[in-house]
């Protein structure tokens, strides 16, 4: 069978592959969005003369509000197609990334939050649809890998090159480059995804479709994926995308660019971390042992990261106040790849659900992975403002370990 027949008649798959890349630069642009408070949280909070942990519990909206879109917006591309409901997101984005550049206290910051979160909440599902529809199961997983790697360089643009941003022109300018960012963007959708005619569209009403989701995503098949969902995300955006920063400035003492460097490291672990795990399962398969394998040994990486702080028991065994910030970024790196081992849940779940629920299967994993990280984001600023940042990353540590046993107790 050749590969125009195998991927669908309808796409020429070279234009295919272009159409995907445009997508995936608009996920991009979303892991760049939400991972701008991890570098710039201390002046904005200054700015704003609102605490620190305040304005970090306050940036959970846009994963609460990320969430809450998954299933309009899934539904949306079933009706319309993926062209343009993208091109409504996008625009959308640009609107939140000049609305948040232009707040000026923690209301009107609040509300550029909530609509980014609305307006890329579909950035990932949009070339994750375009793929299930047009390409073979094998094909399906390796580019679910590669979308995700691309995704994950708009958190190594906002590492060193957003530090650098924030240190010459301030936090503003994030989004201000942002925006314009998603403005090309745009232009090269626009160009290089196909229009098309939504297929099967689901004409049920949002509240039935919303219902069926939910009901696939707690069926039994999918109960242990969806309970490592919730935290597997969270765990690599709320250290990547909020808590990463303040760790390494505030508790090792590196200034902004050094730290900058080392969340530097730590994403790109993030991006070749899907390509090496794709590599592996491909050779080894065994998905829900790698799983299991790879979110355990991130809480155990997570607790040594702690232990390492200022007169924790790590420190005091081997003689220092601290632990060097060598020794974090270390784990930083082996997090970013362990934690690199989300696409397997992709692959698992199209094959638990079959191809006729593979798009709602998938919505609810994505729901979960979002409404999980906007969860853990808010009850770490608790945790962080009683307990201090330590007490963070034992609390993700924690969560991880539960979502995994549960993972392996239902499936």
Same mark, same amino acid.
Request: glycine fraction near 10%; charge should be positive; aromatic fraction near 8%.
């Given at each position: ?9 309808? =796409? ?176 090269? =959708? ?22 069926? =989701? ?198």
């Amino acid at each position: 069978m050749d590969d125009g027949k195998a991927d669908g008649a309808d =796409v020429n798959f070279r234009a295919l592959i272009f159409a995907l890349l445009a997508l995936a630069c608009g996920h991009m642009l979303s892991t760049l969005l939400r991972t701008i408070p991890a570098v710039s949280l201390d002046v904005m909070a200054a700015d704003f003369k609102t605490p620190s942990q305040t304005l970090a519990s306050l940036t959970s909206i846009y994963h609460f509000a990320f969430a809450a879109s998954q299933i309009p917006v899934g539904a949306a591309m079933d009706r319309f197609g993926v062209r343009p409901v993208s091109l409504s997101l996008l625009a959308g984005t640009i609107i939140g990334a000049l609305a948040s550049g232009l707040a000026t206290g923690p209301e009107s910051f609040l509300f550029g939050q909530f609509l980014l979160g609305v307006a890329t909440s579909g950035m990932l599902m949009c070339p994750m649809t375009l793929a299930a529809k047009h390409m073979s199961a094998a094909r399906f997983g390796l580019w679910s890998g590669i979308i995700l790697s691309i995704g994950n360089v708009g958190m190594l643009l906002s590492s060193s090159p957003l530090a650098f941003v924030v240190e010459q022109w301030g936090w503003r300018a994030g989004f201000w480059i942002s925006a314009g960012f998603g403005a090309v963007v745009a232009v090269a =959708v626009f160009a290089l995804v196909p229009k098309q005619p939504a297929a099967h569209a689901d004409d049920s009403s949002p509240l039935s479709q919303m219902a069926e =989701v939910l009901r696939i995503g707690l069926s039994r098949p999918l109960r242990g994926l969806i309970a490592l969902s919730l935290v597997s995300l969270a765990a690599s955006l709320v250290l990547r995308g909020l808590w990463g920063g303040p760790w390494l400035m505030e508790v090792k003492g590196l200034g902004r660019i050094e730290a900058g460097n080392a969340l530097g490291l730590f994403t790109l672990a993030l991006i070749v971390g899907p390509l090496l795990i794709g590599i592996l399962d491909r050779n080894i398969g065994h998905r829900r042992e790698v799983l299991a394998a790879a979110h355990s040994f991130v809480a155990l990486l997570l607790a040594l990261m702690a232990a390492g702080a200022p007169h924790y028991p790590l420190s005091e065994l081997f003689g220092m106040t601290a632990m060097p910030p060598r020794f974090d970024g270390v784990l930083l790196v082996l997090i970013g790849i362990a934690i690199s081992a989300q696409p397997l849940l992709f692959g698992m779940t199209r094959q638990l659900a079959g191809a006729q629920n593979a798009g709602k299967a998938l919505s609810a994993v994505n729901l979960a992975f979002f409404l999980g990280t906007a969860l853990m984001q808010s009850a770490t600023g608790v945790v962080a403002a009683v307990y201090g940042l330590p007490a963070v990353l034992m609390f993700m540590a924690a969560a991880l370990i539960i979502g995994t046993v549960v993972f392996l107790r239902y499936t």
